[in-house]
């Protein structure tokens, strides 16, 4: 049972280019979540999904785009990656959303040279 | 708005020793706290969910406590061993900014040493 996993683990970009992060999970969960995690300031939400086709805005959400086109895949998309989209991103699902209790992916490291 | 604050920053104790990490919130209106673990350059893994209606939960070692009206949680871990050496974390699921805000605390980075 492989849980969460996110792709690619590593990517650098340069200013301007745009890339996508791939989320699974094999839990059948409806809800399903990006962070962004950096130093000193914890994790912040950036987008989630509460099921299929649908996706809302989290706490940080410019310069981000996502999709959940299957329940199963949540994507992350950064059109024009700036300097300050340097971070480590995380996927997360859970089957509730107020009760459930959260799984992670192993994190996307990118970085925006 | 809701803050998580977890003291201290970072804690280094020896094998065997008992000890609690600390995690505080403004708002006391939250509909659960989980505690999760972080291993470096690893993902987040959730130790214990506390609904609001709880007190506490156990496992194993592992005892998380929550206190409303204080604002306040703890993590008690017994017995420590070095592999407990990682960074906790604690997030508050809050009513009262967006039902699909959990905040998180920026963590407690424990070494347990031999």
């Known amino acids: 049972n492989a849980g969460v996993t996110q792709t690619p683990k590593f990517r650098v970009l340069k200013t301007g280019q745009s890339m996508t992060l791939l989320c699974a999970q094999d839990?059948?969960?409806?809800?399903m979540y990006w962070y962004r995690q950096d130093p000193g300031m914890g994790l912040r939400l950036i987008h989630y999904?509460?099921?299929?086709?649908?996706?809302a805005k989290g706490e940080v959400p410019d310069g981000y785009n996502v999709s959940r086109l299957k329940k199963q895949n949540f994507l992350l998309g950064l059109e024009s990656a700036a300097p300050s989209q340097t971070s480590v991103y995380f996927c997360?699902?859970?089957?509730?959303?107020?009760?459930?209790?959260?799984?992670f992916g192993e994190g996307s490291r990118l970085t925006v040279l | 708005k809701q803050e998580v604050t977890q003291i201290p920053a970072a804690l280094s104790v020896p094998e065997g020793e008992n000890l609690v990490l600390n995690c505080s919130f403004t708002?006391?209106?939250?509909?659960?706290l989980q505690w999760f673990r972080q291993d470096p350059g690893k993902g987040l893994t959730s130790l214990l969910l506390i609904q609001s209606s709880q007190r506490e939960q156990t496992s194993g070692r592992l005892n998380a406590s929550l206190d409303k009206s204080s604002g306040r949680s703890t993590l008690y871990i017994a017995a420590s061993q070095p592999g407990d050496s990682a960074t906790y974390l604690c997030a508050a699921y809050s009513m009262n900014t967006g039902f699909q805000k959990l905040v998180f605390g920026t963590g407690t980075r424990l070494l347990v040493s031999p």
């Open positions: 999904s509460v099921g299929e086709g649908t996706t």
């Open positions: 839990m059948n969960h409806e809800y």
């Open positions: 997360a699902s859970s089957y509730s959303l107020l009760t459930g209790e959260l799984f």
């Open positions: 708002d006391s209106a939250i509909y659960n």
